[in-house]
T-cell receptor, first 112, second 112 residues
Framework: DAGITQSPRHKVTETGTPVTLRCHQT?????MYWYRQDPGHGLRLIHY???????DKGEVSDGYSVSRSKTEDFLLTLESATSSQTSVYFC???????????FGDGTRLSIL | AQSVTQLGSHVSVSEGALVLLRCNYS??????LFWYVQYPNQGLQLLLK??????LVKGINGFEAEFKKSETSFHLTKPSAHMSDAAEYFC??????????FGTGTRLQVFP
């Protein structure tokens, strides 16, 4: 798992509340990613980071924001959660562009 | 732009039988190709990758895949299925300095 810890592992919350998911890595990898996994869609990229304070949007970024103030932490925030954001969220890291991504164990988020 | 198509969302085999999971890709540049495996309630684990060089790639757990440029395919095979191979498998494509694009996944069931 390349030293990736996602927290929390499970969360249930209500529509309209803010939610922050944390990804912490111990391998000093430069690149970090947030994906969501939904049945029939595989994994879709939400946001990614290629260094401290350097982030960019992925395929499904609407309704999400990210921050990376330290190499080891990449935060995903849902400013006002909606039921369509119920999903399993995965963080991934990789050290260089030519290396494969390593994945955390995921956060299961339910928005009621 | 890159894309991936996995043929068959579910594949069932008997223990000891050949496993064949199909993946076709589209890429405007020479692709990097990956197969990942996901066990229940876990993140994705890299099975194997193709970047350059030999077109037959061997991975972990006895899996291998062959890159066929003329067919734009990267099918995953294993000669003899084991019960422990039951999982979801994802094919992914990336150009050398881009993000991963995942297929929608194939769930492999292995029957005794």
């Amino acid at each position: 798992d390349a030293g990736i810890t996602q927290s929390p592992r499970h969360k249930v919350t209500e529509t309209g509340t803010p939610v922050t998911l944390r990804c912490h890595q111990t391998e000093n990898h430069r690149y970090m990613y947030w994906y969501r996994q939904d049945p029939g869609h595989g994994l879709r990229l939400i946001h990614y980071s290629y260094g401290v304070k350097d982030t960019d949007k992925g395929e499904v970024s609407d309704g999400y924001s990210v921050s990376r103030s330290k190499t080891e932490d990449f935060l995903l925030t849902l400013e006002s959660a909606t039921s369509s954001q119920t999903s399993v969220y995965f963080c991934a890291t990789r050290p260089r562009e030519d290396q494969p991504q390593h994945f955390g164990d995921g956060t299961r988020l339910s928005i009621l | 732009a890159q894309s991936v198509t996995q043929l068959g969302s579910h594949v069932s085999v008997s223990e000891g039988a050949l496993v064949l999971l199909r993946c076709n890709y589209s890429s405007s540049v020479p692709p990097y190709l990956f197969w990942y495996v996901q066990y229940p309630n876990q993140g994705l684990q890299l099975l194997l990758k193709y970047t350059t060089g030999a077109t037959l790639v061997k991975g972990i757990n006895g899996f291998e895949a062959e890159f066929k440029k003329s067919e734009t395919s990267f099918h995953l095979t294993k000669p003899s299925a084991h019960m422990s191979d039951a999982a979801e498998y994802f094919c992914a494509v990336s150009d050398p300095y881009d993000k991963l694009i995942f297929g929608t996944g194939t769930r492999l069931q292995v029957f005794p």
